[in-house]
């Protein structure tokens, strides 16, 4: 957020409103969490994914980030988007790759879900899991991302309603 309000302040002089951010968990337990090779999840999770797809329909976030490869596998399902796939199958390299597809495929009227790393410090290989999200050696994840995120929000300032003066 940061890198964010860094970027947006010093191109344009406005910050953006965090004020309207909402924070939640994908699922409410983690303990009901399917395991991350399952592509059929237990109806405790497609409960709470028709929960999450309801409010997703009624609030049409235009920006969604999804911290991990579960949370990003949840938004996608929640959004519509297919084909389903384990969770698993988003790992740091693909959620990357997911990443800068999500970046020029953005839709300033539509709900546009981001993947983003969810282990990003706290773990062991966080450094390889930040080159490998970037695609590039010595990367800084937070830069990359935190820049990619402000440019879109200056490109599409005019649309978006995200904005303090």
Same mark, same amino acid.
């Given at each position: 957020?940061? *890198?964010?309000?860094?970027? *947006?302040?010093?191109? #344009?002089? *406005?910050?953006?409103?965090? /004020? /309207?951010? %909402?924070?939640?968990?994908?699922? !409410? $337990? ?7 090779? #399952?592509?059929?999840? &237990? &109806?405790?999770?497609?409960? !709470? ?22 949370? %990003? !596998? ?6 519509? #988007?297919? &084909?389903?796939?384990? %969770? ?14 999500? *970046? !020029?495929?953005? $839709? /300033? ?6 993947p983003l790393l969810h282990v990003s410090i706290a773990r062991g290989r966080f450094i390889q899991a930040h080159d490998y999200f970037c695609d590039s050696e010595g990367a800084n994840y937070f830069e990359y991302a935190g820049k990619a995120i402000a440019s879109l929000l200056l490109e599409h300032s005019s649309t978006?309603?995200?904005?303090? /003066?």
């Amino acid at each position: 957020m940061d *890198v964010i309000q860094d970027k *947006v302040f010093r191109n #344009e002089h *406005v910050r953006m409103n965090t /004020s /309207s951010i %909402y924070v939640r968990n994908a699922i !409410e $337990d983690a303990t009901k969490k399917p395991r991350p090779n #399952e592509v059929d999840w &237990p &109806p405790a999770v497609t409960g !709470e994914l028709g929960l999450y797809r309801e409010n997703l329909l009624l609030h049409q976030p235009r920006l969604l980030f999804a911290f991990g490869a579960f949370a %990003y !596998e949840f938004a996608r399902r929640a959004n519509g #988007e297919n &084909p389903e796939r384990m %969770y698993l199958y988003w790992r740091a390299t693909r959620l990357g790759e997911e990443f800068r597809r999500k *970046v !020029e495929a953005f $839709d /300033s009227t539509g709900i546009n879900a981001f993947p983003l790393l969810h282990v990003s410090i706290a773990r062991g290989r966080f450094i390889q899991a930040h080159d490998y999200f970037c695609d590039s050696e010595g990367a800084n994840y937070f830069e990359y991302a935190g820049k990619a995120i402000a440019s879109l929000l200056l490109e599409h300032s005019s649309t978006l309603q995200v904005w303090i /003066s």
